[in-house]
């Protein structure tokens, strides 16, 4: 499937599949004995979308075989997507630590921390994402009888339209530090609509705003060479549903140097260190979409630009 700068898409197709395949992950890792995360809405969540391959493989009738590689990756898979969300639950965490009451998750797709993380009272959350999955995701969490552990905000809008006016529609409060997070999605969004979601995240944004997202260096291969990787691990695991395609090629700013420019004070970590963090163990593999990795946190200064 061939992206354009105007497609749509539910939890079923295109890149909606890729969030349902994120969530089975997810789905993985929490049932696993020394799980770093814990997300029981998962599986149920897997199950309401209905592909039927993402649903054998939460089921455990997904066993691939050990010797041809295919055990591996989906080790692999799993161990990613749970480090991954761990970063950000820690990061969200963290920043209600430090005081900040409003978050944002962008492109929240299946995403259920709205309902599974401890939000101290007074916390407000914005979920954003497609009408479609919004959708989908509010009523599926419904009829599982799942109620927000905080005030939940869905905003069902396409972050290439107008998504800052429909975050202030819902109640949004620029003059209140926000935690922002956009996971696993940079790759999805044309390299100017990269730059144009910084843009708006730091316009909406008061001091003391925390930002976490994750970003590939300049040195590997191209968005449409890691697609064809991604679609190709899946695929030898009996994913019959093609997800490649889906990644925007083009040269993209440097999201450091971006954000840095623009006022915000950024730390950096590549993602093979949370892997020791969170006891994972990271793969050798030269060729490995997940080297050059690099997990950003920034904070917004007092004054920007």
Same mark, same amino acid.
């Given at each position: 499937?061939?992206?354009?700068?105007?497609?749509?898409?539910?939890?079923?197709?295109?890149?909606?599949?890729?969030?349902?395949?994120? !969530?089975?992950?997810?789905?993985?890792?929490?049932?696993?004995?020394?799980?770093?995360?814990?997300?029981?809405?998962?599986?149920?969540?897997?199950?309401?979308?209905?592909?039927?391959?993402?649903?054998?493989?939460?089921?455990?009738?997904?066993?691939?075989?050990?010797?041809?590689?295919?055990?591996?990756?989906?080790?692999?898979?799993?161990?990613?997507?749970?480090?991954?969300?761990?970063?950000?639950?820690?990061?969200?965490?963290?920043?209600?630590?430090?005081?900040?009451?409003?978050?944002?998750?962008?492109?929240?797709?299946?995403? !259920?921390?709205?309902?599974?993380?401890?939000?101290?009272?007074?916390?407000?959350?914005?979920?954003?994402?497609?009408?479609?999955?919004?959708?989908?995701?509010?009523?599926?969490?419904?009829?599982?009888?799942?109620?927000?552990?905080?005030?939940?905000?869905?905003?069902?809008?396409?972050?290439?339209?107008?998504?800052?006016?429909?975050?202030?529609?819902?109640?949004?409060?620029?003059?209140?530090?926000?935690?922002?997070?956009?996971?696993?999605?940079?790759?999805?969004?044309?390299?100017?609509?990269?730059?144009?979601?910084?843009?708006?995240?730091?316009?909406?944004?008061?001091?003391?705003?925390?930002?976490?997202?994750?970003?590939?260096?300049?040195?590997?291969?191209?968005?449409?060479?890691?697609?064809?990787?991604?679609?190709?691990?899946?695929?030898?695991?009996?994913?019959?549903?093609?997800?490649?395609?889906?990644?925007?090629?083009?040269?993209?700013?440097?999201?450091?140097?971006?954000?840095?420019?623009?006022?915000?004070?950024?730390?950096?970590?590549?993602?093979?260190?949370?892997? !020791?963090?969170?006891?994972?163990?990271?793969?050798?593999?030269?060729?490995?979409?997940?080297?050059?990795?690099? !997990?950003?946190?920034?904070?917004?200064?007092?004054?920007?630009?």
């Amino acid at each position: 499937m061939t992206r354009t700068d105007q497609d749509t898409w539910d939890l079923a197709s295109s890149v909606g599949a890729t969030a349902t395949m994120v !969530a089975a992950a997810r789905a993985l890792a929490s049932a696993e004995s020394n799980a770093i995360i814990n997300d029981p809405f998962a599986a149920p969540l897997v199950r309401a979308v209905g592909l039927d391959f993402f649903i054998r493989l939460v089921d455990g009738d997904v066993v691939p075989e050990a010797d041809d590689g295919a055990e591996r990756d989906l080790q692999l898979e799993t161990d990613s997507i749970a480090v991954r969300t761990r970063f950000f639950d820690d990061f969200f965490l963290n920043a209600a630590r430090d005081g900040v009451r409003q978050s944002v998750i962008l492109a929240a797709g299946l995403d !259920a921390r709205a309902y599974r993380l401890a939000w101290p009272t007074g916390s407000v959350v914005y979920e954003v994402d497609q009408p479609k999955v919004v959708e989908f995701k509010s009523a599926a969490m419904a009829n599982l009888g799942a109620t927000p552990a905080t005030d939940r905000r869905a905003v069902a809008i396409d972050l290439r339209e107008d998504w800052p006016d429909a975050l202030r529609g819902n109640g949004f409060d620029v003059t209140q530090p926000t935690s922002w997070s956009a996971e696993g999605l940079l790759m999805y969004l044309p390299p100017d609509a990269q730059d144009r979601l910084f843009d708006n995240i730091t316009e909406l944004s008061a001091p003391g705003s925390k930002l976490a997202t994750e970003y590939h260096g300049d040195s590997g291969p191209t968005m449409t060479e890691r697609a064809e990787q991604f679609n190709r691990r899946w695929a030898g695991l009996g994913c019959d549903i093609d997800l490649s395609g889906l990644f925007f090629d083009g040269e993209r700013s440097n999201v450091v140097d971006y954000l840095a420019e623009r006022g915000w004070q950024v730390t950096t970590r590549p993602r093979r260190e949370f892997f !020791a963090d969170y006891g994972r163990v990271f793969p050798d593999d030269e060729t490995s979409q997940l080297r050059n990795i690099i !997990a950003v946190t920034a904070t917004l200064g007092s004054a920007h630009s």
